[in-house]
């Protein structure tokens, strides 16, 4: 009996390590061969999935890195790589946000509140298990090879990838980038020289200029003012979600009240620095 066929996916954040090893998927593999990536997959967070309607809601993507996205996709389907944008079903940021506490010590019955960001669940539930989902359903009628944007440097990374492969997850994981030595910085110029680096990693933020160079949600405590500005000023209902998304703050049935827990920066405060930042550069 013929075995499954082999199915190589790539997990695509819009970041720059998994955009420059498509890249180099494309450099390695210009024609059809075996071990050519066939199928990009990016999963969506969501902010609030079901705020005009149900089902047609609020991204937690930056309005820049959604447009990237878009124009990034239709790069790579001209090269002949299918890209599917997936979501979660039900989850969002407010389905978290709202979600009441079973058991536990003095929180049981309240909403959950702020997600922690060390330990964010978004990007666990909402991001790194709805791929996996999704990799295990193709799983059933393919042998999936997965393709992760892990970079030669990141060593425990790959030790945990190494150590999820032996100990079999359901698919292979394995990084073309680590494969042929690349690291987080050759994978920036591979994206710059062909066009395809996100603007969030261009952008500096005058306001917070020491703030690492990230790829992630607006919503989240380690956004940066202008990602926040961006999406106020350029989006249609923007100034009203993000307004709406500081008076979570008022709310007093909620378990985690702070929400950046690090610097402990409100959301009125953090308001005033993107009204600011608006009136200055935007």
Not at 85 to 95: A, G, L, P, Q, S
Not at 135 to 163: H, P, V
Request: contains cysteine; aromatic residues 10%; charged residues 25%.
């Amino acid at each position: 009996m013929a075995g499954k066929p082999i199915l190589r996916v790539l997990s695509w954040s819009g970041g720059a390590d998994s955009t420059a090893s498509l890249i180099l998927d494309h450099m390695l593999h210009p024609g059809y061969d075996e071990e050519k990536i066939q199928l990009v997959v990016l999963s969506e967070v969501m902010f609030d999935r079901n705020y005009f309607e149900e089902g047609v809601g609020i991204s937690a993507e930056s309005p820049e890195q959604l447009r990237f996205i878009a124009a990034a996709k239709e790069v790579f389907e001209g090269w002949g790589y299918p890209v599917q944008i997936i979501r979660h079903e039900t989850k969002d940021y407010m389905t978290h946000f709202n979600h009441i506490i079973g058991r536990s010590s003095g929180t049981q019955g309240y909403a959950a509140g702020f997600p922690l960001a060390k330990a964010c669940a978004l990007q666990r539930d909402l991001k790194v298990r709805v791929v996996e989902r999704y990799l295990r359903d193709l799983s059933r009628e393919n042998e999936i090879y997965s393709c992760i944007g892990y970079t030669a440097n990141e060593k425990s990374r790959l030790e945990s990838m190494r150590t999820n492969n032996e100990k079999g997850i359901g698919y292979h994981c394995y990084s073309l980038l680590a494969e042929n030595g690349y690291t987080h910085e050759d994978a920036m110029r591979l994206c710059e020289q062909h066009g395809l680096l996100s603007p969030v990693y261009k952008n500096i933020d005058p306001s917070t200029p020491d703030r690492k160079i990230r790829s992630g949600c607006w919503c989240c405590p380690w956004a940066k003012v202008s990602e926040q500005a961006h999406l106020v000023k350029e989006t249609c209902h923007g100034a009203e979600v993000f307004q709406k998304f500081v008076e979570l703050e008022n709310r007093t049935d909620i378990a985690y009240k702070n929400w950046n827990y690090k610097t402990h920066e409100t959301l009125k405060e953090r308001a005033k620095k993107v009204i600011q930042f608006i009136d200055d550069y935007l």
